[in-house]
């Protein structure tokens, strides 16, 4: 197959949802679709436990099942599908985050008796800044949830984007009948807690076929001709391109429990998402289709064993095919080096793969050279950009409680930073370094891995602290003036960019206000200034 065929066929996504509106259950739905499962619940084991105190077992046993569920590839129709998984555990968003920049687009999954809730609204803002095209799936529609009208204006008020719904509920909860798919103008009828994969379709050109009234009775019926008429009449006919240039969001319901309207999703969803994209690095626009291998590496796994220090990098394939047993040029350590054995996640094992195409994520061991962001080419030094750390949301200060292993504990918190558990902001003076995360439990892991891997000790203090700002300006002496006078509060992240930490809104305001040459970013993306 040519490399183009090889693009056209794959789709790279992920699911994402506020935890417990159904992410698991829809993925495992997808992956019974794909064949890659048999049985339900197979990836239920795939969360950690939601209650506030997860202990270290939980962490544990979520790192080992994460690597195996990384990415979940499967074929439906010789569509090939890679489905890139996120933690549900709010305190590892940020993992989320950088997920998100190696899928083309995602399904955001919402409980319909919930509505948008507070991890949904955090998600969709990242995918409004990459830009990436969502498609919303409304679940748990055996329930009594919010009006489907309600829904919608609730979603584009909250999530900030225009939807455009493609199919459309006959009634919900109990008296839940199916579902009208206004993009196949077909019904799909329900029936509680049928396992079948096969729906039952009616499809039915004319809403004003009698067949309709036959099937869900006249008032149901009546309803859904006027909800369609409804629909078709304020909402702008469904553009492919508005879609895909991530301006307007498909709408689908459902239940994933019930394996009901998800055919539907997965079959619109190779239908109409976008194939694997090009992607922009500090020197060019990389576009799938190159022949040179090109790919970034956005997510670093240690190995679950302390004994084996080695780690799984995954890397996003974006242009060109990459061979096992080539040697390819780390770009940022300007050092060639050769996979043996790059594997991929077919049917949830890891095989090793001769070759993989753009959209692909392979696994890579690795011995400490990868960094999240890091990119593999054939040669070109390319940057790819887009991989951002964000302004963390706890800042604790890190102690030392074990003055004999200093070496160690350096070391082992430079290793977990380069994975991406936390970020290490050290003081100006350079004798105070605090931790950021986006999660409380991230102190836990951290504290936890440095003694179990690293044999190092630490103890964390709270400090008051509102927001971790990268700094920069064209007006070199201005930053340093301004770095003099707040030497107080100035950091270095670890690639020594300097940072300005708020003790307060208020203080962060202030010192924005009053160096205008100055600007203030919540994340290294440098895009997203602080206004
Ligand atoms: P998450 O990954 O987004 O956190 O959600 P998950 O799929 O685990 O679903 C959260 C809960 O919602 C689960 O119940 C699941 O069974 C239920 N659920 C998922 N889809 C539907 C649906 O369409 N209708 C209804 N009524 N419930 C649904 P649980 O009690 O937390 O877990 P379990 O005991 O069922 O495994």
Known sequence: MSLSSEIQRRRTFAIISHPDAGKTTLTEKFLLYGGAIQVAGAVKSNKIKKSATSDFMDIERQRGISVATSVMTFEYDSTLINLLDTPGHKDFAEDTYRTLTAVDSVILVVDCVKGVEEQTEKLMQVCRMRAIPVIIFINKMDRDGKDPFDLLDELEEKLQIKVRPLSWPVNMGSHFKGVYSLYHKHLNLFTPGSQRLDADILTISDLQDPTLDDKVGNKDAEQLRHDVELIEGVYEPFSLTTYREAHIAPVFFGSAINNFGIQELLETFI???PVPQHRITEERDVRPDETPFSGFVFKIHANIDPRHRDRIAFLRVVSGTFYRNTVYKHVRLDKNLRFNNPYTFMAASKDVIEEAYPGDVIGLYDTGNFKIGDSLTEGEALHYKGIPSFSPELFMELINADPMKSKQLDK???????????????????????????????????????????????????????KACWITSDDKKKLDEFMRLKSEFMYFDKEKNPVYMAETSWALNVAIENNPDIAFHTTTEFMSAVS
């Open 271 to 273: 239908e109409i998402a």
């Open 412 to 466: 082992g918190v430079v290793q977990l930073t380069d994975e991406g558990v936390a970020q290490l902001f050290i003081h100006s003076s350079g004798n105070k370094k605090v931790v950021g995360t986006v999660g409380q439990l991230q102190f836990d892991v951290i504290q936890y891995r440095l003694e179990n891997e690293y044999g190092a000790k630490c103890r964390f203090t709270p400090i008051q602290m509102h």
